[in-house]
Each structure stands twice: as C-alpha cells, then as structure tokens.
T-cell receptor, first 112, second 114 residues
Framework: EAGVTQFPSHSVIEKGQTVTLRCDPI?????LYWYRRVMGKEIKFLLH????????ESGMPNNRFLAERTGGTYSTLKVQPAELEDSGVYFC??????????FGQGTRLTVV | AQSVTQLGSHVSVSEGALVLLRCNYS??????LFWYVQYPNQGLQLLLK??????LVKGINGFEAEFKKSETSFHLTKPSAHMSDAAEYFC????????????FGSGTKLNVKP
C-alpha cells in the first residue's frame, strides 16, 4: 500500500513567486494534516481537513497560504507570494478517523 | 496550552552506548505523548506513544520511554546504540480530543560514532 506522498520533494523559488505543494494521502484516509518546520525549530501544525472540509486552520500563518482539498482526495498548499520566512519543510499526514497519522517525507521549500 | 521542550539539539553517542534523549512537556490536560523519528530523506515515523496505562512504553527498534507525571518528562532511551539509529527524533504531545493535532519539540539529531 502506498504511503503519504508529497510533491515536489524540493522547491527553490524567488521571493514574490508562487509555489504549490501537493499531498496525496493514503487511500481511504479522510483526515489530512499539514505541518511545517522552519529551519531548526519545532514542527508546527498548520491545518486539518476532514474530507474536503477544513476542520481546523488555526495554524495557518497568514493569508498568503491557501490550502485546498477538492473532492476530499489530494490536497494542495499554495503560497502566494512567497516570502523568505516561508522557507522550511512542509509535512503532510493522513489518517482514518481517530487513528494514528502517517506522515509523508516532506517538501523542502527554499525561498531566495 | 500544550508544548514540548527537547533538551539538546544534537546528541552524539558511541555505538553500543546508552541513548538518552530528553523531553519535557507542558499540558493543561492529561497528555498523550509520542516520539517520532525521521531518517534521512524519509517521513516521520512513529517510534512509540503513551496514552494511558503503563507508564513505561516500548517502541520499535529497541527504544522505550517512561512517562513521569511528577517530572513532566517523557525521555527516550535505548540501552545500546546502533549505527542505524542515527536520525532526528521528535517528541510530541497532543490533547485527548484533538486526535492528530500534535505539538512537537524542536527535534534532537542523534549521531552514532563507530
């Protein structure tokens, strides 16, 4: 069974550009989470989807970040326009209801 | 409010030596505690967890951790380090009702010397 897959694994963009990260959860997992780790710091929660609905987006840093999960399958996280402080590793995780989450390998975003 | 503090961003041990990674937590509700590991170029993998019951929990690859409420600690140990244990380790806490909304520590990179 395929795990949580994230694309791309690395992305380097210039400040002011737009980047879209994608997460493909494990098939059948209704819950999808995004987390972010800024260099050397803790991994922080961004938001939680249940199917296509945002259950909790309390961790989204500002309105330059837009997360979607159309159809309740894969999710995208768009950063527009990107700033230097957005650099970090973005993790996605998925789970069935009230079970442990499985994490993807992360997308390393570098804004220069 | 919940938070986690991991003491030591880098820990280096010799192969065969004891591994001790420290984690202290703060939680306003009874905590569920976790250790995750990230090997190079891989995702986060659950090592072990404490929810309720026995305070000494055993995980994969010979790791274990003990929940000490009086010390608000959940330190990770392994009696004998192996080269393959080199990775970054994250302690995390979550509340009882937010199932996968974790509060992570800043991570500890474990280096194992031959």
């Amino acid at each position: 069974e395929a795990g949580v897959t994230q694309f791309p694994s690395h992305s380097v963009i210039e400040k002011g550009q737009t980047v879209t990260l994608r997460c493909d959860p494990i098939s059948g997992h209704d819950n999808l989470y995004w987390y972010r780790r800024v260099m050397g710091k803790e991994i922080k929660f961004l938001l939680h989807f249940v199917k296509e609905s945002k259950q909790d987006e309390s961790g989204m840093p500002n309105n330059r970040f837009l997360a979607e999960r159309t159809g309740g399958t894969y999710s995208t996280l768009k950063v527009q326009p990107a700033e230097l402080e957005d650099s970090g590793v973005y993790f996605c995780a998925s789970s069935q209801m009230n079970t442990e989450a499985f994490f993807g390998q992360g997308t390393r975003l570098t804004v220069v | 409010a919940q938070s986690v503090t991991q003491l030591g961003s880098h820990v280096s041990v010799s192969e065969g030596a004891l591994v001790l990674l420290r984690c202290n937590y703060s939680s306003s509700v009874p905590p569920y505690l976790f250790w995750y590991v990230q090997y190079p170029n891989q995702g986060l993998q659950l090592l072990l967890k404490y929810t309720t019951g026995a305070t000494l929990v055993k995980g994969i690859n010979g790791f274990e951790a003990e929940f000490k409420k009086s010390e608000t600690s959940f330190h990770l140990t392994k009696p004998s380090a192996h080269m393959s244990d080199a990775a970054e380790y994250f302690c995390a806490v979550r509340g009882r009702y937010n199932f996968n909304k974790f509060y992570f520590g800043s991570g500890t990179k474990l280096n194992v010397k031959p």
